[in-house]
């Protein structure tokens, strides 16, 4: 059988000892898991950037791969536990507070992870990615299906999803979050703007931003946009921070000015 | 035999190279080592603080674990290095500073690491975390005993540990370190508390916490205190800084006015 | 076969999600790969601190590891991409833009990585780490030669390698880097140091430092200079920062004055 791989995503910081005790518990449960972290920095308690992580990163891992993804404000309250195994056989684990939302479209099939079922109940109340979500992380890897877990749910939590407003001319959206660089995701997808479009203009919270295809065709200090690795427009200032130039990395206006492909015929 | 399993914790900083040093000299003589990382943002030099993150995370790792830990702000002086073997079979390689107080309990068996002998002398006086813990590592994990490292010494050093006073109706301890989160963690643990007591009032410096379950419970802002994931008694603020309203982390008085069962009969 | 070595370093910060994703990649191709990081905390687009920071690793790690090193202000231009193989067996892969410099000295073969060639063309634009670096790593593990890659190339970008001017009785160098610790780095090296050599006098920036062997000898707040674990000499502070008390890391003059055995006689 294959060795387990499992992807760890939390805002518990990288150094805080508290990654390490989840590998522990995984590694003594199974020793030959590779273990891999997508980010140990989201910000504290940001399930929306969580989720955005969460969204880049898993495409990218194989079919199998075990994620778990902790973002937690409301550990040991009454909130549920989840499993997710999405059409394309990925199953996450995480707490059921939205983190998993881009993950629980059309055929994504969620199960509640019970405490004090197949997975113990916590020891402790604060520590869930440790006592809860590892061991269910363990169960999957040696092979258990999700519905071992708990039952299946229909009302998983989701928080709102900002997309795009598609216009004739124009497209709409906001900014989401930004990345170390100070590059600043948007809501607006590539695959949002008209087949064979040329974006014309740009605007973002009142400032006009250069459309180009890469950071170094930037002026010092321009703002830029262009699609980003994750397929998502994004702003950018070539070798600087957008984040710092916009003031602000959450929920400013965006909007594309568009051209068909028969405008510039 | 299994893969070795060999952990890290030093106050390098994840991203100064010097971690990757260290494993690069594992992964040349252990082909098969799984490496993790404990952490590498223990605060310069606080081997207090490394300390205690080593208490947190070592329970949670297999026997047969070699946990290699540095903060060594004597590194190259006349200190000596230690190889502890405790009395679950776990082996820890740290400079002779205090690092290693948690694990010198009854039945551990501390080594001297001689330098120049099964390992050799280090080439650099200010790096033996790669020069000489790293090839002791190897030793052990190439199933050398301790005892080929050096001989039993009966002297470590031992940093003051503190602790809890428990008297009638109350525990006394102190505030130690703060997690990311700026949970601010104490000396008093969950099992000094007299069994079966409830927490009635908890004073922190000139301050007084709400004793909860877990951080939801608390109110925007409000002071609350808990038993923490390692089993010590914490102070923290939901989605906030306990250590940042306590504004300091370690050193403060703490105080547990606790009731009986009796009393609440 | 040995299961395959990978290294990474780069600019991205290691919880931006950009290493997690190049890790997916070489994960979904090489599932018995080994994966390590250098540094992600490379100072943002700062191509001579990646290159220290390779030069200070790589030769820590065993033959046949790949490093794929990315710190590319200019992803998505024109500028080339490059497979190195040096005189020991190591093979690098990174942007043409002198991050590779250390690696490029007598008896390295330089390979171009030609887009679209065995390796696909990106994707995208501005994620060459994901898109163009960790494939070319692929074919690496999987036995390719770097021919494989693209055709060899005479003339790779190096940047400006600051050294050391050795003259009677003194070596002249310069500053170039800080790690975490605040420890600065120069140019100079201890094997620029005549054979033999008592360094009497350093001089820094207007400041002297006093020689010494580790860092442990200084006394508070004290200006110190050693071989350093690198092989080049440093600047340090006992517990505390050099590069604060310098107020600038790179580009200061540094002059050690040197006596020869026979002077000391």
Redesign the interface.
């Known amino acids: 059988m ?2 387990p ?1 499992v ?1 760890l995503l939390t805002d ?7 990654p ?2 989840v ?3 995984l ?2 449960a199974l ?2 898991v ?9 910000p ?2 940001d399930v929306l950037a969580g989720a955005l ?1 969460l969204e ?2 898993v ?4 079919r199998g791969t075990i994620h778990l993804a902790v973002v937690d ?5 009454a909130r549920r536990a989840l499993c997710v195994v999405d059409p394309e056989g990925r199953r996450l684990v995480a707490p059921d507070n939205g983190l998993l939302t881009p993950f629980l479209g059309r055929g994504a099939r969620v199960h509640v992870i019970a405490e004090g079922g197949a997975v113990p109940a916590p020891r ?4 869930h990615g ?2 809860l979500f590892a061991p269910a992380a363990v169960l999957l890897a040696r092979g258990e299906d999700a519905a071992a877990l708990g039952s299946v749910v229909a009302d998983p939590v989701r928080i709102p999803w900002p997309g795009a407003e598609v216009a004739p001319g124009e497209v709409r959206g906001e900014t989401l979050t930004a ?3 100070g590059n600043v995701v948007t809501s607006i997808r590539a695959s949002d703007l008209p087949a064979g479009a040329r974006v014309e203009r740009v605007e973002v919270g009142g400032r006009e931003a250069r459309w180009v ?5 930037g002026g010092p200090g321009e703002l830029l946009a ?4 994750g ?1 998502r427009v994004e702003l950018a200032v ?2 600087d921070s957008a984040a710092a130039l916009l003031g602000r990395t959450r929920g400013a206006p965006v909007r594309l000015v568009v051209g068909t492909p028969e405008d510039a015929c």
């Open positions: 294959q060795r791989l992807t518990y910081g990288a150094g805080s000892g508290y390490a005790q590998k522990g518990v590694l003594a020793p030959d590779r273990l891999v972290d997508l980010s140990h920095d989201v504290r308690h992580l880049a990163c495409p990218w891992f194989p404000p409301g550990v040991g309250t402790f109340a604060t520590f440790r006592d990345d170390p660089f295809r890469t950071f170094g065709e262009l699609v980003g690795s397929g070539r070798e």
